[in-house]
C-alpha cells in the first residue's frame, strides 16, 4: 500500500513538473538556473569538497577521502576534515607575540591578506564612483550623437585584452622610463623618478582604470530615468543644488551607485593580475595568496578554503543589495 502511494506521489511530481514545463517561457526561465547549477554550482560544490579534505603528501592529489567506503561491513563514513579552516582562524602559535587585536591580524598571513584586499577593493570603488558620477551626469547631458561616441569611448578600452592593457599600463608607470614620469619631469612638476610601480598606488591605479566602465555605466542608466520635473520642482521650491542632488537626485539613482560599486568591488576583492603586474611582491592580496597556495605549494585544500571564505565575505554585499532591490520593488 506504502509503495503505491510513493509510486502515486512520484508520478503526481513528475505531471507537476510536465506542466511547469508545457510552456516555453518556463524553459527561458530555467535557462539562467541551468547555467548558475552547471558554471557556479557544481565548481563550487568541487572546491567546498577540497576544502574538507586533508593532503598527507607533498605530491599533487595526495588528499584523504570525504567518503569512505568500508567493503568489510559495506558501510560508507563521512570524513570531514576542519584543520584548513583551523588554520585561518588560529593564532595559538604566535601567542606570544600577540598584544593587540592588530597584532593578531597582522601575525595571521591569511587574515592579512583579507584585510589587505578589503581595504584596497573598498578605497578603488570609492574612488570608482567618486570618478563614475559626475562622468555618468555629464554623458547623460550631451546631445545624443557626443553621448554614443562618449559611451562608445567608455567601453572601448575593454575590447582589448585585459592583460595587455595591465603590461602598458607597467610600460606607464616603470619608475625610471615610464611615461608618466618622462611627462612630469618634462613638465617641470617633478625633479626625480617617482617610484610608482610595485607599490599600492600602482594597484589603485590598474583598478581603477579597469573597472571604472563597470561603475559608469549602472550610474548613468540610473540618471538617464531620473524623471527631470523632480529636479526642477526642487530648484523653483528654493532648495540649493547641493541639498537637490543629496535629497533628490543621489536618492533616485541609489541603486545604480550600489550596483556599480558592486560591479568594481567584488572583482577587485578577488583581484590577482593587478597586484601581481603593478604591485610586485609585497603586495598581500588574497588573489595572489590563493594562487601561490593553489600552484607553487600544491596545497589545493588550503586554497579551497581560502577561496569557500573569499566567497562568503563576497555573498554578504550581493544579499544587502538585493534586500534594496526587493525593498526597492516593494515600494513601487
Known sequence: ??????????????????????????????????????????????????SFVERFGRRLGEFTNIINFDSDKLIFTLNFHLGNYNKLISFSE?????????DVINSNLYWLSYIESLKIAMIATIICLLVAYPFAWAVSRCQNATRNLLLLLIVLPSWTAFLIRIYAWQS???????????SLIWLGVIDSPLTILNTEIAVYIGIVYCYLPFAILPIYASISKIDNTLVEASLDLGCKPLKTFFKVILPLTKSGVIAGGMLVFIPSLGEYV??????GSNSLMIGKRLMDVFNSRANWPMASALAVVMLIILIMPILYFNKLQNKAGDNK
Open 274 to 279: 593587478i597586484p601581481e603586474l603593478l604591485g
Open 94 to 102: 604566535f601567542s606570544d607575540s600577540v598584544t593587540s587585536l592588530w
Open 1 to 50: 500500500m506504502s509503495i503505491n502511494v510513493k509510486k502515486r506521489a512520484f508520478l503526481m511530481r513528475i505531471k507537476a513538473l510536465k506542466q511547469a514545463f508545457s510552456t516555453g517561457k518556463n524553459y527561458v526561465i530555467g535557462i539562467p538556473y541551468a547555467w548558475m547549477l552547471v558554471f557556479f554550482l557544481l565548481p563550487f560544490l568541487v572546491i567546498l569538497k577540497y
Open 172 to 182: 606607464i608607470l616603470n619608475n625610471n622610463t615610464g611615461l608618466l614620469n618622462q
